[in-house]
């Protein structure tokens, strides 16, 4: 105890020790030693759910429209069905794209925006749009289309989020993490 000190000589707790102070600010890109913050498994749930909204909506309108529409009087599709099947695909291509483009420039889909995370390789280093979608997705993709071993990969995959690193096997495929932004 320094006798100079007042603080110390009144025993008054220090900033720093106090339960009730404010939270220090924290870095969301990078943390002490360097390494990039690993999302949280929770929110990259949230994430993939945010990013199958526009697909269910568009989905849901449909399956609402195409039945009332769509059958003409010999039970085949009619032109007023082929339009809004043809609208349906055009708008679902268009959100494909969006979210290609998106993951192109940023690493960011959007539910991964919405949240405040992105994809990156390992090292941090921004992951190009060819291994974002060659690897994390096309071969995924196909390894789950094989008979068995499909719906074997299929719940391996996300259940490697478990693990220590955080990291799904698509991830740990295409030596990508998902961090916060």
């Known amino acids: 105890m320094d006798p100079y000190n007042s603080a110390d000589a009144l025993d008054i707790k220090k900033p ?3 339960p009730y102070a404010a939270p220090a600010a924290r870095l969301a890109e990078a943390l002490q030693d360097g390494t990039p913050e690993k ?12 990013d199958g909204v526009p697909i269910a ?3 849901i309108i449909a399956a ?24 349906v695909l055009l708008l679902a291509l268009a959100y494909g794209i969006y979210q ?8 960011q889909t959007f539910g991964k925006k919405m949240l405040g995370i992105k994809i990156v390789r390992n090292d941090g280093s921004r992951a190009g749009l060819g291994r974002i979608f060659w690897l994390r997705m096309f071969v995924p993709g196909l390894v789950g289309a094989i008979p068995l071993v499909g719906g074997l990969f299929g719940l391996i995959d996300p259940l490697f989020i ?8 698509h ?3 295409a030596d990508t993490i998902v961090v916060t932004a």
């Not at 290609?100 to 690493?107: A, D």
């Not at 478990?162 to 096997?169: D, I, S």
């Open 16 to 18: 720093q020790d106090n």
């Open 39 to 50: 999302a949280a498994r929770g929110v990259r749930l949230g994430a993939v759910l945010l």
């Open 57 to 59: 909506v568009i989905a």
């Open 64 to 87: 609402i429209v195409l039945p009332t529409v769509g059958v003409g009087s010999n039970g085949k599709i009619s032109p007023v069905g082929v339009a809004v099947l043809t609208i």
């Open 100 to 107: 290609l483009v998106q993951l192109h420039r940023t690493g």
């Open 162 to 169: 478990f693990g220590e690193e955080k990291r799904c096997l």
């Open 171 to 173: 991830d740990l495929i």
